[in-house]
């Protein structure tokens, strides 16, 4: 069966399966005669759900389809492992966003009592019933990230069953998080997703106005404008990264990309993946992230899908080898040639013949490599770089740090570009950061 996973990965990940769930939906919905809607899962405390909140009047403007949001709140503990480090560093990321697509940013963050969480998660449930339910939603979340007070405190019992039959209709729907859309069968987060929803309901003909996507200022100038002979700065780019991310191998890629552009020293920091950190990863999460990575590695030209999980002794055993391979200058180049063979090509890490040709492809020796195989050593380092990834305000991979510059997630580094553009004051930035 192992064997069989990466060719399973691989039809589950294709462009034909995809576009017929897209077309079958299409069906589905004519055959019923049922309006295109997209439902849209909005938290008041989610930073993410504040941005999305800001921009659906535009996007209600420009598309027709019926716009249905549902209220939640709840966030599950094993979708959430580390709660306390989520919220600061998604507000984080989240206002570099609404630089990005100048849209409003507090000064200063909002306190979220219980009280002031229940009374206006009353309120939005209240407004996803009004028949402009997009404009309600919008306001009330200017409001609340401004640091009104909600309009009045209500009791658990007022509006509970309301809120579970919210976030059941979400779990039906296999996903668990808010700031998300879903439409006929496809879910997109947040800013970042927009653009796929753009391309989709333009494909369909459902365009009222301003038929180009509007959300792509994250990645569509990438490592584009002219770059200087040699960086301003000697700093290195930090790339914390795991072998078992699907958003590693992305950011991996993209991270050499932008180093060789700006010919910046990078230094890649492994960790472990949470799983084997003792921090669950559920099937919904798992799955979403595999067919979301599937849809950015072909918006960005990346080879991904045919999948072998290198989960525990695969991760061990090319961890093992990447302190000798980075001693012979070959540490870039046996790391990229991991995360594709285990991404993109099927190879098992934990395999000898699969971990061979990984190892000779990066030009090292396989004679030198197999009595490495089963040392401990690497433990030491991995944690090493997990603390100073914890050090740097940051818990997720990929993360990125240049200097006083810190990113979580490979949807950053086109802002990380940006921020070293205007810090180095060269022409032709298409976006304002700070």
């Known amino acids: 069966m192992k064997a069989l996973m990466p060719y ?4 589950l990940a294709s462009p034909w399966l995809s576009q017929s769930r897209e077309q079958w939906a299409d069906l589905k919905q004519h055959l019923l005669r049922q309006p295109a809607t997209v439902e849209v899962y909005l938290a008041i405390d989610d930073p993410y759900s504040y941005l999305l909140a800001q921009v659906l009047p535009r996007l209600q403007a420009r598309f027709a389809v019926k716009w249905r949001i549902y209220t939640v709140l709840n966030r599950e503990a094993e979708h959430y492992p580390a709660p306390a480090q989520w919220y600061p560093n998604a507000c984080h990321d989240a206002e570099h966003l609404a630089r990005l697509y ?33 404009a309600h939603v919008a306001e009330l979340f200017r409001r609340a990230w401004q640091g009104a007070a909600a309009t009045r405190v209500w009791q658990l019992a007022d509006w509970q069953a309301s809120l579970a039959a919210n976030e059941a209709r979400r779990k039906r729907h296999k996903h668990y998080a808010s700031a998300m859309l879903y439409y006929a069968g496809q879910w997109y987060w947040g800013l970042d997703r927009l653009d ?28 584009t404008l002219p770059a200087p002979e040699q960086a301003p700065e000697d700093t290195e780019l930090e790339v914390f990264f795991s072998i078992r991310s699907p958003y590693s191998h992305l950011g991996l890629l993209r991270a050499v990309q932008l180093a060789e552009h700006y010919h910046l020293p990078l230094k890649v920091r492994p960790v472990l993946p949470m799983l084997m950190r003792g921090l669950p990863v559920p099937p919904s999460k798992k799955w979403y992230i595999f067919h979301d990575t599937k849809r950015e590695a072909r918006k960005l030209g990346i080879a991904y899908g045919k999948v072998a999980d290198p989960l525990g002794a695969g991760v061990e055993a090319c961890y093992q080898l990447y302190a000798w391979a980075e001693a012979q200058g070959k540490g870039l180049a046996y790391l990229l040639s991991v995360s594709h063979g285990v991404n993109s090509q099927g190879l098992h890490a934990d395999q000898p013949r699969d971990l061979k040709k990984m190892v000779e492809r990066a030009g090292l020796s396989w004679a030198e490599a197999q009595p490495l195989l089963g040392n401990n050593d690497w433990r030491s380092w991995a944690q090493d770089n997990l603390t100073a990834l914890n050090d740097a305000g940051l818990w997720g991979v990929p993360s990125f740090r240049y200097g006083d510059l810190r990113f979580w997630g490979q949807d950053r580094l086109g802002i990380l570009e940006q921020a070293l553009r ?8 298409p976006h304002v950061t700070e």
């Open 8 to 11: 399973l990965a691989a039809g």
């Open 196 to 223: 796929h929803l753009e391309h989709r309901l333009l494909r369909e003909g459902r365009a009222l106005c301003q038929t180009a996507p509007q959300f792509e200022r994250t990645w569509r100038d990438f490592c």
């Open 102 to 134: 100048q849209l409003s940013w507090p000064q200063d963050l909002p306190s979220w009592s219980t009280a002031r969480r229940a009374g206006y998660t009353r309120d939005l449930l209240l407004a996803e019933q009004q028949a402009d339910s997009v």
């Open 422 to 429: 205007k810090r180095w004051r060269l022409t032709g930035n």
